[in-house]
Nanobody, 121 residues
Framework: QVQVVESGGGLVQAGGSLRLSCAASGSIFRINYMAWYRQAPGKQRELVATITGAGSTGYADSVKDRFTISRDLAKNTVYLQMNSLKPEDTAVYYC???????????????WGQGTQVTVSS
């Protein structure tokens, strides 16, 4: 079984920074990819950033040049460094992990519980 847990959310003023963490644990043979999503009240879930098992990254246009996704392979953890935060970044941020659990097993796709990020004006 695999568990995905986020942390690091909080309240910050516009222009400030936060770093979110997402740790995957359990039966992990290989991480196919990990991603950050966010959802603001009354809005659809939005893909924010992705990182593959090989380390390739991608970003939504709205956060490009402000957010950075990175990983710690030894800890099966992905981070989202958020700089120059804006009020429109306010949302619940969710981690999504797609994991191969064994050489001959099927993939697991799981979500964390979410962490609230609030950016004040």
């Amino acid at each position: 079984q695999v568990q995905v847990v986020e942390s690091g959310g909080g309240l910050v003023q516009a222009g400030g920074s936060l770093r979110l963490s997402c740790a995957a644990s359990g039966s992990i043979f290989r991480i196919n990819y990990m991603a950050w999503y966010r959802q603001a009240p009354g809005k659809q879930r939005e893909l924010v950033a992705t990182i593959t098992g090989a380390g390739s990254t991608g970003y939504a246009d709205s956060v490009k040049d402000r957010f950075t996704i990175s990983r710690d392979l030894a800890k099966n953890t992905v981070y989202l460094q958020m700089n120059s935060l804006k009020p429109e970044d306010t949302a619940v941020y969710y981690c999504n992990a797609d994991i191969r659990t064994a050489l001959y097993g099927t993939s697991y796709n799981g979500w964390g519980q979410g962490t609230q990020v609030t950016v004040s004006s």
